[in-house]
């Protein structure tokens, strides 16, 4: 094979020699990874052969031993060799393969979780819960996440138990900026959003205790009450937010110990609460006693305050007596770096700093950093712009799209990630959305997100995943 270094020295080695393999864009250590993995497959080495010492390697190719050491210790990791002390590396047996065991985590064709945790590529997943972000955008997050990881000592301690102080120093100053007034007590972070909901059901609803959800609703929230043994009722959602009064007779008969809900940007609607109702909903809630939790993962998705901004979320009427806030910023960081946040009044606090630290220790901390360097820095709110701006492009695309799909005419949402499409009448999107699957495409619909059987003709398009392939698809499939 091709030697991508000259030799500097004669070898004198007994052992094989190995070669590295030519890639531009890849780091020295991982060319001796692979060369030496292409050498066994060829042949060229064998099982118990022994490989060149380390210092006899680096020598040969003009590299640090250190560079040497843990290409091998990588190829340690992987059981492709051995180390024999006093004696040096061997290439290791071939392990046979292992038959694979069936996985209880493999999900059937249509559980919505499939939607977050996916096989199939974005751009064949137009029931996608995840916001596609452009290239730029990705990028800048890993150059933030570089940094915060470069800054971060090892002073050997899990941080502050109710999360990174500056961190949420920072969120009390953007809820003040929306008109929230939030001391520093009264906000506690978290792994991410729906982990900020999973506390506050943990620290306030009991098994059995009834709890209320819309229809059509997050799948997760469903998911995070039957986790904890409650009792669901179901409230119809419609574009001005839940029926109050069906929710009123719910009130009346099961005393729901809480109402989770999403004021604006709703999944999967797109819709927001309009104030009126949502100043009525308030006036349910505290007569009842029932508490409100607001996910607003997606509010930072809406123009901020002051500009046209065409929803609030519950607290800013409520002032943190009958709602409970949970945000987070998993759409628009990414989701695997977007910590959330709780913010709620000292007497559900005390339950809900007791049950926190169960959901993690210092798992956040790398997370929490790199939130508050966006927040610290001023880039999160440009940040959120260009966001906004690409959301528009993309839903006047896909209103296109569907449009030359020769599909039902819809209004392309004006703010958010979703379209709440209706298919036509007497179309079941859960067939529909089997028929896609058969064809590649994995989809979200209304089966996902409610049991009422109005509903069973939509099916949640997230309009940066969608392409015009997609929609032929759907229009071939109902």
Not at 123 to 131: E, F, K, M, N, Q
Not at 189 to 194: E, S
Not at 326 to 351: N, Q
Not at 421 to 440: E, P, S, T
Request: with cysteine.
């Amino acid at each position: 094979m091709t030697n991508l270094f000259q030799p500097t020295e004669p070898d004198t080695s007994h052992a094989a020699p190995v070669s590295l393999v030519a890639a531009a864009e890849v780091t020295v250590m991982e060319r001796i990874y692979r060369g030496i993995e292409a050498d066994m497959a060829l042949g060229v080495l064998c099982a118990g052969q022994r490989l060149p010492s380390v210092r006899a390697m680096a020598a040969r190719h003009g590299i640090s031993r250190d560079t040497v050491l843990r290409a091998y210790d990588k190829l340690i990791a992987q059981r492709r060799i051995y180390a024999v002390r006093g004696s040096g590396f061997y290439v290791a047996h071939p392990v046979s393969p292992q038959p694979a065991a069936a996985s209880p985590a493999v999900l059937p064709p249509l559980d919505p979780h499939r939607l977050i945790h996916s096989d199939h590529p974005l751009d064949r997943t137009p029931g996608s819960g995840i916001l596609r972000h452009e290239g730029s955008a990705q990028a800048e997050v890993a150059r933030v996440l570089r940094a915060v990881v470069a800054s971060i000592g090892s002073d050997g301690s899990y941080g502050d138990p109710l999360g990174y102080l500056p961190l949420r120093r920072q969120l009390r100053d953007k809820l003040m900026g929306d008109g929230i007034e939030a001391p520093i007590e009264s906000i506690v972070t978290t792994p991410g959003c729906i982990a900020g909901l999973s506390l506050v059901v943990r620290a306030l609803l009991r098994p059995g205790n009834w709890a209320v959800i819309e229809a059509p609703a997050s799948f997760m929230h469903l998911r995070v009450l039957m986790t904890q043994g409650a009792n669901v009722a179901h409230v119809p959602r419609d574009a001005d937010g839940p029926d109050l009064d069906v929710l009123r007779a719910l009130c009346e008969r099961h005393r729901p110990t809480m109402f989770l809900l999403s004021s604006v940007l709703h999944n999967p609607t797109g819709t927001c609460i309009a104030p009126y109702r949502a100043q009525k909903l308030i006036e349910i809630a505290a007569e009842f006693g029932m508490i409100l939790v607001d996910d607003n993962s997606y509010a930072d998705l809406l123009p901020p305050s002051g500009a046209m901004r065409p929803a609030m979320p519950l607290m800013l009427l409520d002032r943190m007596e009958q709602v409970i806030h949970v945000g987070g910023f998993s759409h628009t960081i990414a989701p695997a770096t977007g910590p959330g946040f709780v913010v709620a009044h000292e007497r559900w606090m005390r339950l809900i700093r007791h049950f926190r630290p169960a959901q993690g220790l210092g798992n956040t901390i790398v997370q929490e950093r790199l939130v508050y360097r966006f927040l610290h820095e001023g880039l999160y709110r440009r940040r959120c712009e260009r966001i906004r701006t690409h959301l528009s492009r993309c839903s006047l695309a896909l209103g296109r799209m569907i449009a030359a799909a020769g599909l039902p005419p819809v209004v392309p949402p004006a703010h958010g990630l979703f379209l709440w499409m209706a298919l036509g009448d007497g179309v079941d999107a859960g067939i529909a959305a089997r028929r896609m699957l058969a064809k590649g495409y994995l989809t979200a619909p209304a089966i996902h997100f409610s049991p009422r059987e109005e509903e069973r003709g939509h099916m949640r398009l997230n309009i940066t995943t969608t392409t015009a392939a997609a929609m032929l698809c759907l229009r071939e499939s109902v």
